[in-house]
């Protein structure tokens, strides 16, 4: 009689895995918080693509990644 045995080193790596996954969507979703009077200037170099502005924050997107930053910016 053949008996299935758990092993606990794949349940190990599965969740390890997953940490691992997590982190890097976590990393790549992050913004860059910019100063006000820096979002203002690429603002009038017309290098930002949408603009949202909310009670207590002002977010946007940028057209192209500015000095090693991501797309997103946000400031407020």
């Keep these: ?28 979703q992050q913004v860059a918080p910019l100063p006000y009077s820096d979002f203002q200037r690429l603002l009038r170099e017309g290098k930002v693509k949408e603009v949202v502005v909310t009670a207590d924050r ?11 930053r991501n797309g997103s910016s946000r400031t407020g």
């Design 1 to 28: 009689m053949d008996k299935t045995r758990f092993n606990y080193l794949y349940v190990f790596l599965a969740m390890l895995g997953v940490l691992i996954l997590h982190d890097a969507i976590v990393r790549f």
């Design 58 to 68: 002002i977010q946007g997107e940028l057209k192209e990644p500015e000095g090693g």
